[in-house]
Nanobody, 119 residues
Framework: QVQLVESGGGLVQPGGSLRLSCAASGSIISINAMGWYRQAPGQREFIAAITSGGSTNYADSVKGRFTISRDNAKNTVYLQIDSLKPEDTAVYYC??????????????WGQGTLVTVSS
């Protein structure tokens, strides 16, 4: 069984920074793209994604403040968030395209980590 576990959320003041981590564990053969989403009351919103080769893609709303990266050796994806704003308050989720059998990729989601931006 494969799982993704996020960490690093918490309460931060406006203008501050956070680094979220998401580690995959279990019977993993390989991981393709990994990404981050967030959900305030309402729809889940795409933030960023990164391929196994390191190519990145960002939502326009977060470009310049959010940076996604990954450590393939640790099966971990990170999200650096700078210049936090109150509207960044949300539950942040990671996901990954993970193969547990050769050629069979499943989309796995983490349980989420809460980021609250408030003074």
């Amino acid at each position: 069984q494969v799982q993704l576990v996020e960490s690093g959320g918490g309460l931060v003041q406006p203008g501050g920074s956070l680094r979220l981590s998401c580690a995959a564990s279990g019977s993993i053969i390989s991981i393709n793209a990994m990404g981050w989403y967030r959900q305030a009351p309402g729809q889940r919103e795409f933030i960023a994604a990164i391929t196994s080769g390191g190519s990145t893609n960002y939502a326009d709303s977060v470009k310049g403040r959010f940076t996604i990266s990954r450590d393939n050796a640790k099966n971990t994806v990170y999200l650096q968030i700078d210049s936090l704003k109150p509207e960044d308050t949300a539950v942040y989720y990671c996901n990954g395209e993970i193969a547990t059998h050769p050629g069979l990729y499943l989309e796995i989601w983490g349980q989420g980590t809460l980021v609250t931006v408030s003074s």
